[in-house]
């Protein structure tokens, strides 16, 4: 494990101490021993870190070892003190509330169009803000949108105050949001939301897998294979086993187990394992509950809703689940499901009950039942994602649909049929299906197909629609292709077909080049038709700059419309990332004489204690952010995403995952000042929405490579500090007492100081910078420097 040890002098110790604090321990999954004992404080700090620990006292037969060559600190512990160790996951006391800020993202788009007789102009912005305050989180969107001869209007969305709760490791929300759409139809509710998070349990437990349980005859080696990988190995003690922090790949293909003992004898089963969305791992739950009044713009009359539902593993092959919807304008649904792994594939079965009292009409009572099933089979590699079918009957209404009908009766329109049960279209069933094969004979890879469609009718009205499309892609040694066609079938019985091929060939093999690292990459050819005269064909080719932060493409094509003249079309499009925001514009022009631009910039920024700091990439509301300050390092790349540290040592970047760690570097490789990063890279562990402070300590100053040499001819002590005539230490020496030393002055003493048989030995050397020095990057060379002994 890769973790920064502080190391402190102690009196009454020759040389300096790890210090191991009680965070330390959590980190290296170590139970916390007790710290009552006089001796369990090796220092008492007053600092965040905490105090030093006295391991040896606390914990019998534990030890501390450091290997001075590399730079390894060795920490040994009886196996009884170890946590059970879920890979990947945090204990909730590292987890960061961040610090107190506020930032805004925005997406601006300003759009011009004209043609012979008619100019068209549009701007749209978006924007989501937010205020950061100890655990909670105050968040806000909104859209504005102009248009030529429109009226304009602002909308604001998700207004919520957020924060989450460790105990129950779930999140809540109060103010605007979507209930969960897993069980029932999910809507827009102004109120309160409560819901597990499972991002906040070991990774392993956060999606399904089942426990595998076994005997083992001697000390054994446990092997578990999926699909001819082995994917999980360990060692077990005679007697009874359980595994339960398998981590298996996709949503089928069943496990192959190998016990071998200690004499070599092996012991194979299998277990079933397929899986669809409601499965849980046995023992774990899942479940979620909102309360508020329903935000549907469609109708007149709001009602207020209390939706729950719960989802629990019950074993390696069920999983239950159920929940309830409750309006006070007369709805009440409830629903009962089971998931099920079984050796033929997974299957979900549910069944939904609905009540609904229409205004001047009756309480109408129905059902609506589904089954899903999933399976991989292992034989062919043939992935059935999901084969899905519902039927609802007569009388069964969902949220969503009750509401509409509810509202249409209370507020009929003038000069239509009123509306009622009778007249009102909704599904009655519907079927999907999705099926990927890759094809492979003989080891060798000849692409992948896929065929997916989907058939749906209605009660009152007797419409049905079809969709259904096929596909195949591949790749050769001249670039990749891949044809796609579509059919649609409406209400009406009208087809809609469409047929779709692609050709990307990159611009190396047609140069016959090595890869290339900017400029334009690959040819994208594309034509598709509709087989009613109607054709497109589209050429483009995109590319970037060494940097990737200019991106570029162009584009031309002919369109053959059937009850049209032909059109032919030329266009490109660019793009910028700045420190400030990505900045973009397009243009095109076509035959009929239209022409069409555009220009947009998207980012954001977060005002914090150390001002104001902008960021180039935008970020959502439920974004995590880290904020970085690195003294002197302007123009170091953070390692998450293409943002920057700015002028003032500060930089932002949106990509972190809650819950879990993410370490943050810099590449200051490129950077025209000569700035040292004291440590390369450090780790946050954020909660949801938090926004964390990495700060990275640096050195500024000319830096240099010194050759040392003793007067008396011997080799000065490997890892020895090196100190200016101010105390300070600017770095150490290396093999062959070649020494990286920086913020070092134009000229000045240095001093070395080591023990030697058992005394301290002290040398010194004098150095001048010289305008004629050789360099290696920024570092000058200094040659020939004698320390004297003294």
Known sequence: MSQSIAFTVIEGKKNAQACITQK?????????????????????????????????????????????????????????????????????????????????????????????????????????????????????????????????????????????????????????????????????????????????????????????????????????????????????PPGAFAIDDLSPSGYGSDLIVTIEEADGTKRTFSQPFSSVVQMLRPGVGRWDI????????????????????????????????????????????GLLGLGMNTPVGAFSVDVTHSNVSIPDDKTYQGQSYRISWNKLFENTSTSLNIAAYRYSTQHYLGLNDALTLIDEVEHPEQDLEPKSMRNYSRMKNQVTVSINQPLKFEKKDYGSFYLSGSWSDYWASGQNSTNYSIGYSNSASWGSYSISAQRSLNEDGQTDDSIYLSFTIPIENLLDTDHRSSGFQSIDTQLNSDFKGNNQLNISSSGYSDTNRISYSVNTGYMMNKSSDDLSYIGGHASYESPWGTLSGSASASSDNSRQFSLNTDGGFVLHSGGLTFSNDSFSDSDTLAVIQAPGAKGARINYGNSTVDRWSYGVTSALSPYHENRIAL????????????????????????????????????????????????????????????????????????????????????????????????????????????????????????????
């Open 24 to 236: 330390n321990l959590l980190q290296f999954h170590i139970s916390s021993p007790d710290k009552n004992s006089g001796k369990a404080i090796l220092l008492k700090r007053d600092d965040d870190l905490g105090d030093c620990l006295n391991l040896a006292e606390m914990i019998s037969q534990s030890s501390i070892r450091y290997d001075v060559n590399d730079q390894r600190l060795d920490i040994d512990v009886p196996q009884a003190w170890i946590m059970k160790n879920y890979q990947n996951y945090v204990d909730p006391s590292l987890w960061e509330n961040g610090i107190n800020a506020a930032m805004l993202s925005y997406n601006l788009n300003g759009y011009h169009s004209e043609s012979p007789g008619r100019t068209n102009d549009s701007i749209y912005a978006a924007f989501n803000g937010g205020i950061n305050l100890g655990a909670w989180r105050l968040r806000a969107s909104g859209n504005y949108n102009w248009m030529t001869n429109v009226h304009s209007d602002y909308d604001f969305q998700n207004r919520y105050l957020q924060r989450d709760l460790a105990s129950l490791r779930s999140q809540l929300v109060i103010g605007e949001s979507y209930t969960t759409g897993e069980t029932f139809d999910s809507v827009s509710i102004r109120g309160i939301r409560l819901y597990s998070d499972s991002r906040m349990l070991p990774p392993v437990l956060a999606s399904f897998a089942p426990i595998i349980h076994g005997v083992a005859n001697t000390n054994a080696k446990v092997t578990v294979m999926q699909n001819g990988y082995k994917i999980y190995e360990t060692t077990v």
């Open 290 to 333: 909102s309360a508020g009044q329903v935000l549907k713009d469609s109708i007149q009359d709001e009602p207020n809703l209390f939706q729950a539902s719960y989802y629990y593993g019950l074993n390696n092959y069920l999983t239950g689940y159920t929940g309830i919807q409750l309006t006070d304008n007369n709805y009440t649904a």
């Open 667 to 790: 590449d200051i490789n490129d950077l025209e000042n000569d700035v040292e990063l004291k440590s390369t890279s450090t780790v946050a562990i954020p909660r949801q929405g938090a926004v964390v402070f990495a700060d990275f300590e640096t050195v500024q100053g000319q830096s240099a490579i010194m050759n040392i040499v003793r007067s008396d001819g011997k080799n000065i002590p490997f890892a020895e500090d090196i100190y200016d005539e101010q105390n300070n230490i600017i770095g150490n020496v290396g093999q062959g007492g070649q020494a990286f030393v920086h913020g070092i002055e134009q000229e000045e003493n240095i001093r070395i100081t080591w023990i030697e048989e058992g005394k301290p030995v002290s040398c010194f050397a004098h150095y001048q910078q010289n305008t004629a020095s050789e360099k290696i990057a920024q570092s000058i060379i200094l040659n020939g420097l004698r320390c004297q002994i003294q």
